[in-house]
């Protein structure tokens, strides 16, 4: 018993060069869009990763704060003054600003981010804070971001190798006594950690009790959102109080909303969308065109309208799924340059996978519905 090969197949490699043009098309608005997707993605997963990792319920900042690279201070006492609420545990001050870090090898000055909090609590849930956070007591120490930038020097390294590893902060002398891992992001190419106390060495005009970010931890059982919504009433107006999950909205709201990099990857996408409808149009409609006196035969001798487009359909999905497939080898090759020469979280997820999938279907069937209007033209009496 023969298998009857699908009418939609034959017609599309009937042209093998004119296929082969088609899925390169395809694939190339697929990378288009997981690539401006997937950094997209990193610029909001990146920026957060501090937000994540602190261990806390509740999250205090100044009302004129904007983002982490904009942050302003407020005075700790409206922090303490949380403590008068029953189910508040502890309240735990951090400092964050950025300064210029020396390369103890070359010399040149690069912005840093700096966080700092009193070391007998621990206020990060990041690898490498825990084990070293006793070394942050002693006077002029930091400790330095391994998956920081290769600009600030090979701090990580020479400190895996055992050497001694000192640099510039602010004109000022400090060692690096650990090593943790936070990442870079598109505020900050590197992260310092230290104590409060070499915080306000460093920054010698920060003002003590000034700090950027107050962090609430809860008794076991309380309702978050209730306890913050209480605060918002009992602190005064000039803070701002997020639970910790508003906190991360808030930083990535600003990232989307706020600044041009956001909107310039959402347009990056829907670019690569309309380049790919427009690439398979022009192909689908160059083989309604050429097979125009065949589709019309088939009308004369009584396949309905509804089958052919049917046929346009199934041609449709099948270059969408052929032309996706070397489009998502593509991305993952290209996320691993961008992940090494950035040092950004630019991996591939399976909801992108999937969203960039059902993009490509819909951009193909939306150039099979237009293409189709041409089969109209297909009428036995003017043809023949």
């Not at 270059?319 to 080898?329: Q, S, T």
């Given at each position: 018993m023969t298998q009857k090969i699908p009418l939609s197949w034959l017609q599309l490699t009937r042209e093998k060069t004119r296929l082969a043009v088609a899925l390169s098309g395809i694939a190339f608005a697929d990378i288009l869009m997981f690539m401006q997707l997937g950094f997209r993605d990193a610029l909001y997963y990146s920026n957060v990763r501090m937000h994540s990792s602190l261990k806390g319920d509740i999250v205090v900042i100044n009302n004129q704060s904007n983002a982490v690279l904009a942050m302003k201070p407020f005075s700790q006492r409206r922090l303490y003054k949380a403590l008068d609420v029953p189910a508040v545990e502890s309240v735990h001050p951090i400092y964050l600003d950025y300064t210029t870090w020396k390369n103890p090898i070359t010399g040149r000055p690069r912005s840093i981010l700096t966080f700092a909090f009193n070391p007998e609590f621990n206020v990060f849930d990041l690898p490498g804070v825990e084990e070293n956070i006793n070394k942050l007591k002693m006077p002029d120490v930091v400790l330095f971001d391994r998956s920081s930038r290769v600009e600030y020097g090979p701090i990580a390294s020479d400190f895996e190798q055992g050497k001694n590893v000192t640099a510039e902060v602010r004109r000022r002398r400090i060692k690096v006594a650990g090593l943790f891992t936070l990442g870079a992001s598109f505020g900050a190419d590197g992260n310092l950690i230290t104590s409060d106390v070499n915080f306000l060495r460093i920054f010698n005009n920060r003002q003590r009790g000034l700090i950027d970010i107050g962090l609430i931890r809860l008794k076991p059982g309380s309702d978050v959102n209730q306890v913050a919504a209480y605060l918002r009433t009992y602190l005064p107006t000039d803070v701002n109080v997020f639970t910790k999950q508003e906190f991360i909205d808030f930083e990535r709201n600003y990232w989307a909303t706020s600044t041009a990099i956001g909107f310039i990857?959402?347009?990056?996408?829907?670019?690569?969308?309309?380049?790919?409808?427009?690439?398979?149009?022009?192909?689908?409609?160059?083989?309604?065109?050429?097979?125009?006196?065949?589709?019309?035969?088939?009308?004369?001798?009584?396949?309905?309208?509804?089958?052919?487009?049917?046929?346009?359909?199934?041609?449709?999905?099948?270059?969408?799924?052929?032309?996706?497939?070397?489009?998502?080898?593509?991305?993952?090759f290209l996320y691993q340059v961008a992940r090494d020469a950035t040092l950004?979280?630019?991996?591939?997820?399976?909801?992108?996978?999937?969203m960039v999938l059902i993009l490509t279907i819909l951009m193909c069937f939306i150039s099979g519905v237009i293409a189709m209007r041409k089969l109209r033209s297909a009428d036995p009496a003017d043809i023949f």
């Open positions: 990857f959402t347009l990056g996408t829907i670019m690569g969308f309309i380049v790919g409808t427009v690439i398979v149009y022009q192909i689908l409609y160059t083989e309604v065109t050429d097979h125009l006196s065949e589709y019309a035969t088939l009308k004369a001798i009584g396949y309905t309208q509804n089958y052919l487009l049917t046929v346009i359909l199934q041609e449709a999905f099948m270059l969408a799924v052929l032309g996706y497939i070397p489009g998502f080898a593509c991305a993952l950004l979280p630019v991996f591939m997820s399976s909801y992108r996978a999937i």
